[in-house]
């Protein structure tokens, strides 16, 4: 590979670090490519094919992130450019979010040739997952790492077949957008500038939830912690969630 790249939608910085966690395994520097920021919605970036690109998303109720897919489709071009997509997901499942991010890439010139679904915490719900991922799941990425990293210097481009279904589940509208409490708020506007949808209002500092994706990075950037999530409604997701996050998930694997 001529340049290593990470292309990402990270707003917690989960998927971020399991990218970098495969980018030390790969042992060559990478550039990032950050389309979280709304500052970066319109960035573009064209790729050749002696170029290779990690491209990493989490997994929203079983589907890419729309505010990723808008991002990528008009402004992210490859040109024949071997890529390894990787979606992250909270113990619970990823549903056809691996085979969607893989149409996404293989649609916008890139050729997939390995995947990943990565097991991390829950992004909303952090009992679930808690501490993943952890010595395991890094022992198997760094196995994949190595497996990548000798797929492309044998300039093996053979395609590979991903888990998911087609047509794509129901995309599911959320509205957890995190509630502001005025008392702790000092008007920093650390949350109005790291909202990837420039859903913060930069007056009043009120979250606009039509715009809300509830990604929860304003809580995770906010210095005085005064964002969170009404309790009544982290009690009904966590009710929904015990069930399907009590087992351990396995990662998984495509190459």
Not at 88 to 97: K, P, S, V
């Amino acid at each position: 590979m001529e340049k290593l790249y990470s292309v990402f939608f990270s707003p917690t910085d989960t998927t971020r670090g399991v990218l970098d966690f495969l980018v030390a395994g790969m042992q060559k520097a990478a550039e990032d490519v950050d389309l979280t920021s709304y500052q970066n919605k319109d960035l573009q970036k064209d790729f050749t094919a002696e170029d290779t690109v990690l491209i990493g998303v989490p997994s929203y109720a079983g589907r890419v992130p729309e505010t990723f897919v808008q991002r990528f489709k008009e402004n992210i071009k490859g040109n024949n450019t071997p890529a390894v997509i990787v979606i992250t997901f909270g113990n619970r499942a990823y549903e056809d979010t691996l085979i969607e991010l893989k149409d996404l890439a293989q649609a916008n010139g890139f050729n997939v040739i390995a995947a990943a679904a990565v097991v991390t915490q829950h992004s909303i719900v952090p009992q679930f997952g808690a501490g993943r991922p952890d010595e395991q799941d890094k022992a198997e990425l760094a196995e994949f790492a190595v497996q990548a990293k000798n797929k492309l210097a044998s300039q093996n481009t053979a395609a590979i077949t991903v888990s998911g279904n087609r047509p794509y589940k129901q995309a599911m509208a959320s509205a957890m957008a995190p509630v502001l409490a005025e008392d702790k708020c000092i008007g920093c506007g650390t949350c109005v500038i790291a909202c990837p949808t420039g859903a913060i209002d930069k007056s009043s500092f009120e979250c606009e939830k039509a715009k809300c994706i509830s990604c929860l990075r304003c809580i995770k950037v906010c210095p005085m912690n005064c964002r969170y999530v009404p309790e009544e409604i982290l009690a009904k997701l966590k009710a929904h969630l015990a069930p399907l996050c009590a087992s351990r998930k396995d990662n998984e694997f495509f190459i």
